[in-house]
């Protein structure tokens, strides 16, 4: 069972959001008799539990929280890691761009904290599946915790492997590569994905872009699509409304192509 339900109040068990002041959060699972602890004061579990969400409490010194589910972005963006996260403002693009909805198969190289597996696993459904692909021990065990923490283990399969040695999945919906060389392993892609199936991948530099899409087009991948995505937020003051401060700028390039049977030409898009 995943964090959200339908539930009008919080129950004991739940995974909640605790939002103080300057929108500083705070995640707990419900706990009877339990007590969240923090510089701004101290609040009883007790006392959210069964509580309608949106509702407004006080810890012990009078500091004001509300009490939320907290949204997919929330949990990836607050997720615990060890290395820098697919960000919620591409994780989105991601997600429309490849058709990953409801019953997909999805598999991923380089699982990581697990932020980018989180948000596949919830989109998927109860009835679609998350293959992830990681190296490292150490980092798989912390996306199988992460992934716990929200409910949403079962829908994943973890495995330890390098994805030069290939997939052992067919068939697959989409693929995407969160590896620093994807352009390497675009014929392990090729032998696992489906025809007309996407393939996905985010880099820093131009340099990686280029090498990935000379193999793409080595390799019979068409209708290929290099992108950046720019967010900016507002300060939301109606009497002084203009840009925040800070910009969440380039995070990385990324890349898409569809799986096809021929090479297409070079004149081709």
Not at 199 to 216: C, D, F, H, R, W
Not at 246 to 267: C, I, N, Q
Request: glycine share 8%.
């Amino acid at each position: 069972m995943t964090w959200i339900h339908n539930n009008n109040v919080a129950c004991d068990g739940d995974l909640v959001q605790l939002v103080g002041r300057r929108h500083k959060s705070h995640f707990l699972r419900l706990k009877a008799g339990a007590v969240f602890q923090t510089h701004r004061g101290e609040l009883m579990h007790d006392d959210l539990i069964g509580k309608p969400w949106g509702s407004r409490l006080e810890s012990h010194t009078g500091n004001p929280f509300y009490l939320l589910q907290p949204s997919l972005a929330d949990l990836v963006t607050e997720i615990k890691r060890n290395t820098q996260i697919i960000y919620p403002k591409d994780i989105g693009y991601i997600a429309m761009v490849m058709g990953i909805g409801p019953g997909a198969h999805v598999l991923e190289a380089g699982t990581g904290s697990g932020a980018l597996t989180t948000a596949f696993a919830f989109l998927v459904g109860e009835n679609g599946r998350v293959t992830s692909y990681e190296r490292r021990e150490e980092m798989q065990n912390l996306a199988r915790n992460n992934l716990a923490r929200v409910g949403l283990l079962d829908r994943v399969n973890l495995k330890l492997g390098d994805a030069a040695e290939g997939f052992e999945e067919r068939e697959v919906d989409a693929i995407f590569l969160d590896l620093p060389n994807p352009y390497d392993y675009i014929l392990q892609v090729k032998a696992s994905l489906r025809y007309g199936g996407y393939v996905g991948m985010i880099l820093p530099t131009t340099n990686q872009v280029s090498k990935s899409l000379q193999a793409l087009r080595a390799n019979a991948f068409a209708f290929v699509e290099v992108c950046e995505l720019l967010l900016r937020f507002y300060k939301p003051d109606w009497e002084r409304l203009r840009p925040t401060d800070r910009m969440v700028a380039h995070t990385g390039y990324l890349v898409f192509a569809r799986s096809v049977r021929e090479k297409p030409d070079d004149d081709e898009d």
